[in-house]
């Protein structure tokens, strides 16, 4: 019986090109659609927490670009090629330029965390109105999603350490001088 009532109440849809797309959304149950939503929460919150780590990088970076500026300026006016302030200001130059190049490569890092992310919610989206399960591939996203924010926190602690390096080197220069 065409487009009549079969067994259990359930409806019988006509095959057209439609058929497919129509048994799939049928197929979810609010209630295992609650659960798929449960599943997702945990990459949403890594990519909340992870942007928060972003805004962090962001801001370092645009610190990083204005030092760099300010002491470029200061290079060009400075007396000499041989001159010590020019050669302290040079070496100050080279630091931001290695803290920017760990600054980038957290952002990258965490970028690619998050782009990661969201792939992860889309595959949990796809393994449950799809008949394959991704199981395998949820778990590769997740831990490469892990590995790139572990990796970004590496540059950015490692920045940390190299502008305390960097602050080390002005104060015992300064103290120096006043002396």
Not at 53 to 81: C, Y
Not at 109 to 121: E, K, T
């Amino acid at each position: 019986m065409r487009g009549g009532v079969k067994g259990g109440g359930k409806r019988r849809v006509a095959r057209t090109a439609a058929a497919p797309t129509l048994r799939l959304m049928q197929s979810i149950v609010p209630s295992s659609f609650l659960e798929v939503i449960q599943l997702a929460i945990t990459p949403v919150i890594l990519l909340s927490g992870v942007g928060g780590l972003m805004i962090t990088l962001t801001n370092r970076m645009a610190r990083v670009v204005d030092r760099t500026r300010s002491l470029a300026t200061q290079v060009r006016t400075a007396a000499t090629d041989a001159s010590e302030e020019r050669i302290h200001l040079e070496s100050q130059l080279d630091i931001l330029w290695r803290r920017a190049r760990l600054v980038q490569r957290a952002v990258m890092c965490a970028g690619l965390s998050m782009l990661l992310a969201c792939v992860l919610v889309m595959v949990i989206f796809l393994d449950a109105v799809m008949a394959r399960e991704f199981a395998v591939e949820m778990v590769v996203i997740f831990v490469a999603s892990i590995l790139c924010l572990i990796a970004a926190l590496a540059a950015f602690l490692r920045d940390i350490v190299v502008s305390l390096r960097a602050l080390k080197l002005e104060v015992v220069r300064v103290r120096g001088i006043s002396r």
